[in-house]
């Protein structure tokens, strides 16, 4: 059995996102609910670990945009049962706004990147990816891979999780 965390990222997902779509299956739940503006890396941090250490069941983290760097931020200082980590678009900020850790992830992940992201770049994704220890998936000039750019279905990332649960 596995549980599926949503982490959102720094705002509400728009109606239909792939985010919300996740959400609302059985088995998955946001974590934690989607907040508005800002984004507090300390309280979301803390809204994941509570979320993790609800159980011992295995969680896979979902997450999207700032989420991932909730997901690093957490990975650096707490430890649960988590299985893996889909991240996707991970955004590159300045390290004065957040101090994102780029030491390798302590499971196993794959990390989403686009060519056309307006909020990174190719490069930052693959070095993200290579310091992480994640794999690295080329979605193409997808920009940030939310419903603005049209995916608010998006089958090729419930593959990616089914594949970080060893389906």
């Known amino acids: 059995m596995t549980r599926y ?7 509400i997902p728009l109606p239909g996102h792939w985010m919300g779509r996740l959400a609302e299956q059985p088995g998955y739940r946001w974590a934690p ?8 890396p300390a309280e979301r941090v803390e809204a994941l670990r509570a ?3 609800t159980d011992e069941t295995p969680a896979i983290l979902v997450a999207h945009s700032a989420g991932c760097l909730t997901v690093a931020l957490w990975a650096a200082r707490h430890s649960g049962p988590v299985r ?5 678009t991970p955004p590159d900020v ?16 794959i990390l989403v ?3 056309t992201d307006p909020y990174s770049t190719m490069e930052h994704f693959q070095a993200l990816a290579g310091d992480w220890g994640s ?26 999780v089914a594949r970080l649960d060893g389906h």
């Open 84 to 88: 893996g980590a889909l991240l996707v």
């Open 135 to 160: 794999d690295l998936v080329d979605a193409g000039d997808v920009g940030h891979l939310d419903s603005a750019t049209g995916f608010g279905p998006w089958p090729d990332g419930e593959r990616l």
């Open 33 to 40: 609910e989607p907040p508005g503006p800002p984004y507090v």
């Open 94 to 109: 300045p390290p004065e706004w957040i101090d994102v850790p780029r030491a390798p992830l302590p499971f196993p992940s």
């Open 113 to 115: 990147a686009s060519r």
């Open 51 to 53: 979320a993790v250490d």
């Open 5 to 11: 965390l949503v982490v959102p990222g720094r705002g």
